[in-house]
């Protein structure tokens, strides 16, 4: 069956790199998304990478995809504390099927 | 720029009421779908629809039911409120199916006590 894992928590100084993880157990998985939740609003798609990608850089966003491993990672550069929020990978089978959606990580941004 | 709006943001039940949570979206959109967030599990999708007058079940389905009577409008309706459905119910919509970009409502906190 579908699982996504994430981490539940992340803590980063302003500044900083985050990193993001993710895994995943599909491998039939085609399309892979990040979804930013700020407090009190629904989700907002961040960017998403197909999975015959190994990264995609987005300005501040780099997703790198690692289809052996079923590891998806979401690296911020020089985060802000803009950047604190909950932010969930999802996986997708292709066309036709839903999203599964892994539990969240929220990162915390300190100044 | 209003997007995907539902009504009401909060409710308290207590168990055994119903009530019916409504999704509006003014992009044209195809699919429409509802979800619930719960602490560490993500978003589990409850049902959806691919169209007017289309509904289908998702991951949790039980003790819920949905109408799509109208393209903009995804009504999720619970007939007999239980403290399991305690949660924050998202509702979202897309051009077309998953694919697209899944544009989401700001959320309804429903408490069942």
């Known amino acids: 069956g579908e699982d996504v894992e994430q981490s539940l928590f992340l803590s980063v100084r302003e500044g900083d790199s985050s990193v993001i993880n993710c895994t995943y157990t599909?491998?039939?998985?085609?399309?892979l998304y990040w979804y930013k939740q700020e407090p009190g609003a629904g989700l907002q798609l961040l960017t998403y990478i197909f999975s015959n990608m190994d990264m995609k850089q987005d300005q501040r966003l780099t997703v790198l995809l690692n289809k052996k491993d079923k590891h998806l990672s979401l690296r911020i550069a020089d985060t802000q504390t803009g950047d604190s929020a909950i932010y969930f990978c999802?996986?997708?089978?292709?066309?036709?099927?839903?999203?599964?959606f892994g539990g969240g990580t929220r990162l915390m941004v300190k100044p | 720029n209003a997007g995907v709006t539902q009504t009401p943001k909060f409710r308290v039940l207590k168990t055994g009421q119903s009530m019916t949570l409504l999704c509006a979206q003014d992009?044209?959109?195809?699919?429409m779908y509802w979800y619930r967030q719960d602490p560490g599990m993500g978003l589990r999708l409850i049902h959806y629809s691919v169209g007017e007058g289309t509904t289908a079940k998702g991951e949790v389905p039980d003790g819920y039911n949905v109408s799509r009577l109208k393209k903009q409008n995804f009504l999720l309706g619970l007939e007999s409120a239980a403290p399991s459905q305690t949660s924050v119910y998202f509702c979202?919509?897309?051009?077309?199916?998953?694919?697209?970009?899944?544009?989401f409502g700001n959320g309804t906190r429903l408490t069942v006590t």
């Open positions: 992009m044209n959109h195809e699919y």
């Open positions: 979202a919509s897309s051009a077309r199916d998953s694919l697209f970009p899944l544009h």
């Open positions: 999802a996986e997708s089978m292709g066309a036709g099927n839903m999203l599964t």
């Open positions: 599909d491998s039939s998985s085609t399309y």
